[in-house]
């Protein structure tokens, strides 16, 4: 436990059922609904809401949100993290409904080292659909979704420099290239990428981070109107909506390996264009922490 009283973990996660803005038929934002945010010194905090409605547009039965940080000292010790955000009797525009969607992210930093390991546990869809129609896997009557996407990462090396990990973004990227509407913009975003980081923000170590965005689902069935391709959905007279978006950001680079590892997943990704015009991000959660030194 030396270790641990010579170093100190500072929490970052957050989690928010519903934010966004809508342009058309009203123009307004949504503000993030039962926001939470831990402390950096670690604790728990936790918020809900009952009944939202923004006009005929969108609305839920109820949602709750919770973070959380604190030493674990099971299984070698280490600086545990949760996030979660869960909302229940989701509509939007009568063409997306579900009965519960959760997104959870739960990260545990080492006490020796800076590459946490994650897990999503607990992260799904229930009874999802689609103008009516029921969304599954290839195979089953559940959304094919691979929770153990960050599985098999050597030890103390980024996962970005996973090869497994690389792997199955690489499988991800191939079935989205199949879609005749997406974009170069986008299909940029899910190639590993490096951006500079600005210089008002103080990376004495690293003055660069490394993003790419992927998602736990792998594919999308059903007989709703439109196409999907990996787990974007376009839906005629609708828009696009992307499932259980996973972007992961490494930063603070020391001998190549990142102290700062960003994981954020939005359970429900839209993006409105025909009968009503906007953005909308459903059961959103946020972890970053790290140590020092």
Sequence with gaps: MSELIKREHIYHAEASVLSGLLQLPVEQEIQAQAFAKVKPKGGYYAQQAED?????????KSAHTQVSG???????????????????????????????????ISTLHPLEGHVPVVTFLGTGFENLRIAGHKITGLESDRLDMELDIFANRPH????????????????HRARLQMDPELTHEDSALYTPRRCELSPTIEKPNGGHAEIIDCSLVNHVRGGFPGTSFGHVIRIPHFGVVRLAHLRLEQSDFVSGVPRETLFDLTMVD????????????????RTNGMTRP
Aim: glycine share 10%.
């Design 156 to 171: 103390e090396v980024g996962h970005l420099q996973n090869p497994s990990f690389l792997e199955k973004v690489a499988r």
């Design 70 to 104: 604190h030493v674990e000292e099971k299984h070698g010790g280490g600086y545990r993290t949760l996030a979660t955000s869960v909302v229940e009797g989701l509509n939007v525009l009568n063409v997306i409904t579900a009965d519960r969607v959760v997104g959870q």
């Design 52 to 60: 939202y409605r923004l006009e005929s547009i969108i609305s839920f």
């Design 270 to 285: 839209i993006k409105m264009g025909c009968i009503a015009s906007g953005t909308a991000k459903v059961a959103a959660t």
